[in-house]
């Protein structure tokens, strides 16, 4: 059974920081490439940053280059979003996303609010 579990959210001052974790299962994990992506209120789904199989590549969003870092440990099946610097407009829900040829699994979203 494939999962993809995501953790890590939570209420978060501007300005602080926080880190997102997604667990993968029942795949081969280290075949996929892997994204975060997230939904704010009233918001189609964006991309925020996605990194290859082997942790080679990755590509972020205009609005979170420079302060969110996507790395994966495939002995560990796990890919991480460490965000810094948060502001209001990241407030959404964030999901893992895998990609391999023509499959693909989502996870069940986290949610981050930044708020004072």
């Known amino acids: 059974q494939v999962q993809l579990v995501e953790s890590g959210g939570g209420l978060v001052q501007p300005g602080g920081s926080l880190r997102l974790s997604c667990a993968a299962s029942?795949?081969?994990?280290?075949?996929?490439?892997m994204s975060w992506y997230r939904q704010a209120p009233g918001k189609e789904r964006e991309l925020v940053a996605s990194?290859?199989?082997?942790?080679?590549?990755?590509n972020y969003a205009d609005s979170v280059k420079g302060r969110f870092t996507i790395s994966r440990d495939n002995a560990k099946n796990t890919v991480y979003l460490q965000m810094n610097s948060l502001k209001p407009e990241d407030t959404a829900v964030y999901y893992c996303y895998a990609r391999w040829l023509y499959s693909n699994y989502w996870g069940q979203g986290t949610q981050v609010t930044v708020s004072s």
């Open positions: 029942g795949f081969t994990f280290s075949s996929y490439a």
């Open positions: 990194i290859t199989s082997i942790g080679g590549s990755t």
